[in-house]
């Protein structure tokens, strides 16, 4: 088997390679230096010539603010990339993997969401990456589109946030009203390979199991690491940003629960594993 990996050099990207590479695959791994996911003719190109059986999008505009700005390139890379990998996959009878986020919703729910829950987004971020996923189920039908929230992994990410600022304060204060899934790359990966494996198609929610908010996250980093820095809960009003945060996005895997199984280990193992 053929694998594309595009964004390879991203947190998820880096742990998909590591993963697939204990199993018998080629990858094709690419980052916007190889592949500009947004050139039609390009990705055509690169895909016709390469041939892969399976192409994995972990490719994305990701600066949830500047995307409020930044309107064009949020959605040629959030949605017209994807629908560019999407036909050249479909071309070739290739699969397509997209990765998708719970900025989809609007935030105000109260209750674990499905993949059949109504999407509101509230950020341009959120409805191009909305647009993202329609795009790839309108051009391939062999899709896999999996939503993800507040993923760390091998790059720049939350918990090595966190870390850092605690080496030079000893008080932080951390975000305690937006409630979410930490979701580690380890456990993601696994699932999109699993996915593929059993050609289990659609959409899914793919995080790790249980909730918290970024206070909770940060208090539990620190006891694992045996870190002292008092962390102090605050309001989301208190550090205003130009992109609206969901107040809750915790994201329930129900299609991984009614089809292959949930894999997915809780957000508290996870962020163990990965301190250690």
Not at 55 to 73: R, S
Not at 159 to 184: A, C, F, I, R
Not at 240 to 266: C, F
Request: hydrophobic share 35%; glycine share 6%.
């Amino acid at each position: 088997m053929k694998v594309l990996i595009t964004g390879a050099n991203g947190q998820l990207g880096r742990e998909l390679t590591k993963q697939y590479s204990e199993k018998n695959v080629e990858l094709l791994l690419t980052d916007v230096a190889d592949l500009d996911i947004t050139n039609v003719k390009q990705v055509y190109d690169y895909v016709h010539h390469h041939r892969p059986d399976v192409i994995i999008n972990c490719a994305a505009h990701t600066a949830v603010d500047k995307c409020e700005t930044d309107v064009d390139n949020a959605y040629k890379i959030n949605a017209m990339g994807p629908k560019n990998l999407s036909a050249a996959a479909y071309s070739i009878g290739a699969e397509i993997v997209q990765i998708s986020t719970d900025y989809v919703f609007d935030g105000e729910d109260s209750e674990p969401l499905t993949e059949f829950c109504a999407t509101n987004p509230q950020t341009v971020y959120g409805v191009s990456k909305l647009q993202g996923e329609k795009l790839t189920a309108q051009f391939n039908p062999k899709y896999y589109i999996l939503r993800t929230a507040w993923l760390y992994g091998d790059g720049n990410n939350f918990v090595k946030t966190m870390l850092k600022l605690s080496e030079t304060n000893n008080t932080l204060k951390v975000v305690n009203d937006q409630h979410g899934s930490p979701t580690s790359t380890v456990d993601l990966a696994r699932v999109i390979i699993k996915l593929v494996e059993e050609k289990n198609y659609g959409l899914f929610h793919a995080t790790c199991k249980g909730q918290c908010t970024w206070y909770e996250f940060t208090k539990e980093i620190f006891r694992l690491k045996g870190i002292n820095t008092e962390v102090v809960p605050c309001t989301t009003e208190e550090f205003p940003r130009p992109a609206k945060r969901p107040k809750y996005s915790v994201l329930r895997n129900y299609m991984l629960e009614l089809t292959t199984g949930d894999i997915m280990r809780t957000w508290q193992e996870a962020i163990e594993e990965y301190l250690r």
